[in-house]
């Protein structure tokens, strides 16, 4: 079974810019999709960005223009740019893969997840 292993967050200054990064134990070509996800202690998951195996990119609203979602296939690896960081990116970021077809319009569509790095922005 493939896994997940997601790394780079921190804290960072409003305004500012993090690079999270997921390897796979695998070919990332496993899966249909893979993507991030986020969340904020009492709140519900939310999907940030996911990206289709054609290389299609999909983001929330609240991050668009601001994250960018790329991956390097030699190193089984993608990557969330985020840049413009706002108080309210804060939260736990999870990487997350789904080998079903179609894009997921919610968290639960998703079935294999990192273990979650947290994000903090704060001045």
């Known amino acids: 079974q493939v896994q997940l292993v997601d790394s780079g967050g921190g804290l960072v200054q409003p305004g500012g810019s993090l690079r999270l990064s997921c390897a796979a134990s695998?070919?990332?070509?496993?899966?249909?999709?893979m993507g991030w996800a986020r969340q904020v202690p009492g709140k519900e998951r939310e999907l940030v960005a996911e990206?289709?195996?054609?290389?299609?990119?999909k983001y929330v609203d609240s991050v668009k223009g601001r994250f960018t979602v790329s991956r390097d296939i030699t190193k089984n690896t993608v990557y969330l740019q985020m840049s413009s960081l706002k108080p309210e990116d804060t939260a736990v970021y999870y990487c997350?893969?789904?080998?079903?077809?179609?894009?997921?319009?919610?968290?639960?569509?998703?079935?294999?997840w990192g273990q979650g790095t947290q994000v903090t922005v704060s001045s």
């Open positions: 990206m289709s195996s054609g290389g299609y990119i």
């Open positions: 997350i893969a789904k080998r079903t077809p179609g894009w997921g319009r919610f968290t639960r569509d998703y079935d294999y």
């Open positions: 695998g070919s990332i070509f496993t899966f249909n999709y």
